[in-house]
């Protein structure tokens, strides 16, 4: 059976909304989108910034549905299976620990120097 466009993106936010459901890390990773955006707002980022900043959310946010994906996938098997596929769940956290410790890297890149600049009262080109 052919699906149509519809129905493939409602069943895409479908897996958007399982994925997010009762995952802490991900309500975790939201929140911290939520402050660097307040940030971001407040320390008038400029529009590279903000695709900048954009891209590392997307990027945390993406591995960690993919990680959700993985999980739920391995949580499928019987118990006795289950065992052998650990390692591939331990990857797709690894994944999601490399692009949230990158995205943090360069939000203090970004947020950090125009925080400084604040706190020290320069006036820093865009």
Same mark, same amino acid.
């Given at each position: 059976?052919?699906?149509?466009?519809?129905?493939?993106?409602?069943?895409?936010?479908?897996?958007?909304?399982?994925?997010?459901?009762?995952?802490?890390?991900?309500?975790?990773?939201?929140?911290?989108?939520?402050?660097?955006?307040?940030?971001?707002?407040? #320390?008038?980022?400029?529009?590279?910034?903000?695709?900048?900043?954009?891209?590392?959310?997307?990027?945390?946010?993406?591995?960690?549905?993919?990680?959700?994906?993985?999980?739920?996938?391995?949580?499928?098997?019987?118990?006795?299976?289950?065992?052998?596929?650990?390692?591939?769940?331990?990857?797709?956290?690894?994944?999601?620990?490399?692009a949230s410790g990158f995205a943090v890297v360069i939000?203090?890149? #970004? /947020?950090?120097?125009?925080?400084?600049?604040?706190? #020290?009262?320069?006036? /820093?080109?865009?």
């Amino acid at each position: 059976m052919r699906r149509t466009w519809y129905h493939k993106f409602k069943c895409a936010i479908f897996g958007v909304v399982h994925g997010i459901h009762g995952h802490s890390s991900f309500t975790f990773h939201f929140l911290a989108a939520a402050v660097v955006a307040v940030l971001a707002v407040a #320390l008038r980022c400029i529009y590279l910034e903000w695709c900048i900043l954009l891209l590392c959310i997307g990027g945390v946010m993406v591995t960690e549905l993919i990680n959700s994906a993985i999980e739920t996938f391995v949580r499928g098997f019987p118990e006795i299976e289950r065992e052998r596929f650990w390692p591939a769940l331990d990857v797709a956290a690894g994944a999601v620990l490399l692009a949230s410790g990158f995205a943090v890297v360069i939000g203090f890149i #970004l /947020l950090g120097r125009r925080l400084l600049g604040l706190a #020290l009262n320069l006036d /820093l080109p865009s």
